[in-house]
């Protein structure tokens, strides 16, 4: 009689779900049996229930598979995720594209009536339906008096369950037997029964937050701030260094929020100047650095245009050089379009100022003493100016300590610089730039009035320009006088003092 084999089944589980693989087991006439060489090395636990008289042979095996760089046997799933700290895999490389969508972001289909977008396909076609009359549901509820159709038969089984009166859904805090049909209706009992006033649906479940959401992804959004491994420095210094012993790993700072992150980076990494004539200057914002580094930029320029003009052979002794204006010349854009001014300025802001302050006449700067009148239209003007007239009285300062005291006499130095108090002791009438204030003996050129404030004597006000002396005439002596025509008196009176007279 010819030895018929005889059929084994076994039963092993892949990913969760079992799945039978028969055994086929030759026997031979002979009582012998001579294990083959692949078989004595077998190491699968599987086969250890195998009488070593009858050990089987496989009828087909499966080979082992790399994912990721590590070797996987039995498995369909070889498509896996190359995520950090994902684990998904796949059995198609369409699902894994679909899959990875989710960690990028990206969300191409998008519904082109009310423009939401989706990551799958099948997503937005479940979406689209929703569009779509409700008599175009093909599955209907038959309950009498029921009217209510759905897209799929799993939510006409859901519904069913309605009318059936079967509640799912049962409350599982201590001595509450409520139950419900529906998950939302369980989440609404919980809020107003078992949770303290005004809590929503969602509640988080981490320990010591009482927080709660209306909807279940802003709950998700919310549990991100309890990862404390969130966000993390990538400046170089905040790196650590792959150098460590392998005992112990380098580990990065890690912080919580978006905002504690922002605060380190703007503490411990503030912005800098990368030149070396700034010394590591220190900007509070990129703003403050940026608009910093066009100042680099712009001198770097004016360097090169200068370098020029000394190979084209110019004659810096016959021409008089131009004085350089604080900031450059260069990306000054904006020209005032008044005539007869022709002042520009490298922003819009600065041009506004000088056209509200020189052309129209603004003050918007008021002395804050009471029985002071006086208005500026820059803020530094009222500055100085509540230096001079309002000072504190020698009184009142020598209280004060001794450091206090050198401090507010260099205040008072500085201020009499600025003034022009002190011109006199720094600055020689014998140069040929500098002249001395005519009050009381003003010239006839000058038509004036003498205001209120007025005072006699010679002043020994010592001036190299029109503007300061216009100014020191009116706020000294009370004398307002028209800008043309003290301008000319200065420069008269500057080439007759280069020429001797």
Not at 130 to 155: I, M, N, V, Y
Request: aromatic fraction near 6%; hydrophobic fraction near 25%.
């Amino acid at each position: 009689m010819a030895d018929a084999p005889v059929v084994l089944t076994r039963t092993t589980t892949v990913l969760g779900k079992r799945k039978a693989s028969p055994l086929v087991l030759h026997l031979a006439s002979s009582s012998s049996y001579a294990p083959t060489d692949s078989e004595i090395e077998s190491d699968d636990p599987r086969d250890a229930h195998v009488p070593p008289t009858a050990a089987p042979s496989r009828a087909a095996s499966k080979p082992l598979i790399i994912v990721n760089g590590a070797l996987v046997k039995d498995t369909k799933r070889r498509y896996q995720c190359s995520s950090e700290g994902c684990e998904k895999a796949y059995t198609k490389p369409s699902r894994l594209e679909e899959h990875e969508r989710s960690h990028t972001g990206e969300r191409p289909f998008v519904c082109s009536t009310c423009d939401k977008s989706y990551l799958r396909e099948t997503h937005l076609q479940a979406h689209t339906r929703s569009h779509l009359p409700e008599t175009d549901r093909p599955f209907a509820c038959e309950e009498p008096g029921c009217e209510k159709r759905f897209w799929t038969t799993q939510h006409l089984r859901v519904h069913g369950d309605v009318h059936k009166g079967t509640k799912p859904f049962k409350c599982s805090e201590v001595g509450c037997e409520a139950a419900f049909a529906k998950h939302h209706q369980l989440r609404s009992h919980v809020c107003a029964t078992h949770a303290p006033p005004g809590t929503k649906s969602y509640i988080c479940s981490h320990t010591g937050c009482t927080k709660s959401f209306p909807t279940n992804s802003k709950l998700r959004a919310h549990l991100k701030v309890h990862d404390d491994k969130r966000y993390t420095c990538v400046h170089p210094s905040c790196i650590p260094s792959s150098a460590s012993s392998s005992t112990n790993p380098p580990t990065p700072t890690y912080y919580p929020t978006w905002t504690s992150l922002q605060h380190h980076i703007r503490t411990s990494h503030p912005p800098t100047c990368p030149h070396d004539s700034c010394n590591g200057r220190t900007f509070s914002t990129h703003s403050g650095l940026k608009g910093h580094l066009k100042i680099h930029e712009q001198r770097e320029a004016e360097m090169v245009l200068d370098d020029e003009v000394e190979e084209e052979g110019e004659d810096d002794e016959e021409r008089p050089k131009k004085k350089r204006r604080r900031g450059g010349e260069l990306g000054r854009d904006w020209r005032c379009e008044v005539e007869g001014c022709g002042k520009d300025f490298k922003s819009k802001q600065a041009l506004t100022t000088h056209t509200n302050v020189t052309h129209l006449g603004r003050r918007d700067h008021c002395c804050p003493h009471t029985s002071c009148d006086a208005t500026f239209g820059y803020k530094h003007l009222l500055q100085r100016h509540l230096a001079k007239k309002h000072a504190a009285s020698p009184s009142q300062s020598s209280s004060d300590g001794d450091d206090e005291d050198r401090e507010d006499e260099q205040g008072m130095m500085d201020i009499d610089t600025i003034t022009g108090k002190s011109y006199l002791t720094h600055h020689s009438l014998a140069k040929s730039n500098t002249l001395q204030c005519p009050f009381p003996h003003l010239p006839e050129a000058f038509s004036y009035s003498l205001g209120d404030t007025g005072i006699g004597g010679n002043c020994e006000y010592v001036f190299t320009r029109g503007y300061d002396l216009r100014r020191h005439l009116r706020g000294s002596h009370g004398v307002e006088l028209e800008k043309d025509v003290v301008d000319d008196w200065v420069a008269g009176e500057k080439s007759r003092k280069r020429k001797g007279l």
